[in-house]
C-alpha cells in the first residue's frame, strides 16, 4: 500500500509539475507576442474633415502588437483617395470607419435632394461637392436659428446651365465614360465654377422640414460651410 501510495503521490507531481512547466511556457509565449510590434497608419498632422487623404499625409508607425484593435489601418491602399469622415488627430490610429471612399453617395437612410433656387437666401460660394455644411432658417416666425444639428452632405453643385460643376483638367464625364471610379469621385471634389443649384444627401424628414418652413416662402435656407471646412480651406481647395 506504502509502495502503490508513494507511485501515485510521485505521478501527481509529475503532472503538476508538467502542468507548471506548460503554464510557464503559454505566458511566455503571450509575452512574447505583446512584444512584437505591427506598424499601422496615422496622420503626420491634422486632417479636417472632409479632406481626400494622400500619401504623404500619414505615416507609419509601430505599436506592440497586443494593443492592435481591430479596424486599425495598416495598408496605404485602404484609405488613399478616401475621404476623412471625421477629423483626424496628429499621430491619431486611423480606423477604417473614419475614411469613406464614396462620401459622396447618401446613406441608406437617405436620398439626394435638388434644392431649389427659391428656397435659398444665401449660399456659400466655395462649397463643392462632398463638403459638409449646415443649414440655417432665416425668417418666418420666429428667430433664425440653426435647422439641424448635424452637418449636411453635399451630393453636387451644378452651374446656371445645369452642368455639374467639373474639374476642366479632369472631366467627371470622361472619368464616367472609362468607368474610374475613383477619378471620377476626384474630379467632384475638385470642381471649380460659379454654384447656381446644390443637391445635398437628406433624410425623408430633413426634406419635409425644409420644405414646411420654405415652401410658404416666408422664411428661407442660409447654407454654410462648417467650421472645419472653412479652418481647412487651404488644404481642402488646393488647384
Same mark, same amino acid.
Given at each position: 500500500?506504502?509502495? @502503490?501510495? #508513494? ?44 479632406? +481626400?487623404?494622400? #500619401?504623404? +499625409? ?18 496605404? #491602399? ?19 470607419? @473614419? ?30 461637392? *462632398? ?10 416666425? *420666429? ?14 453643385? @451644378? ?9 476642366? !483638367?479632369? #472631366? ?11 477619378? +471620377? ?29 420654405? !415652401?410658404?416662402?416666408?422664411? @428661407? ?19
Amino acid at each position: 500500500m506504502n509502495r @502503490k501510495r #508513494s507511485l501515485l503521490i510521485s505521478l501527481t507531481a509529475a503532472l503538476l509539475a508538467g502542468a507548471l512547466v506548460y503554464g510557464v511556457y503559454v505566458l511566455q509565449v503571450k509575452q512574447v507576442e505583446l512584444q512584437q510590434t505591427v506598424s499601422i497608419l496615422v496622420p503626420k498632422s491634422f486632417i479636417p474633415s472632409g479632406t +481626400m487623404i494622400t #500619401s504623404d +499625409m500619414v505615416e507609419a508607425m509601430p505599436i506592440v502588437a497586443g494593443a492592435f484593435q481591430e479596424g486599425m489601418v495598416t495598408e496605404l #491602399s485602404a484609405i488613399v483617395g478616401g475621404e476623412a469622415v471625421v477629423p483626424l488627430g496628429t499621430q491619431e490610429p486611423i480606423l477604417q470607419w @473614419k475614411v469613406d471612399r464614396f462620401h459622396l453617395l447618401p446613406n441608406r437612410t437617405q436620398s439626394t435632394f435638388h434644392i431649389p433656387k427659391e428656397y435659398i437666401l444665401s449660399l456659400s460660394g466655395g462649397i463643392r461637392a *462632398g463638403d459638409q455644411v449646415e443649414l440655417y432658417i432665416s425668417g418666418g416666425e *420666429g428667430e433664425s436659428r440653426q435647422l439641424f444639428d448635424r452637418a449636411i452632405t453635399v451630393a453636387s453643385v @451644378k452651374s446656371s446651365a445645369n452642368i455639374e460643376v467639373d474639374n476642366p !483638367k479632369n #472631366s467627371n464625364l470622361t472619368s464616367k465614360l472609362n468607368s474610374d471610379a475613383e477619378r +471620377m469621385y476626384a474630379s467632384r471634389r475638385e470642381a471649380n465654377g460659379t454654384i447656381d443649384q446644390i443637391n445635398l444627401n437628406l433624410t425623408g424628414e430633413e426634406w419635409l422640414t425644409i420644405d414646411g418652413y420654405c !415652401k410658404t416662402k416666408k422664411a @428661407k435656407l442660409v447654407i454654410a460651410l462648417t467650421a472645419s471646412y472653412a479652418l481647412g480651406e487651404d488644404n481642402l481647395r488646393k488647384p
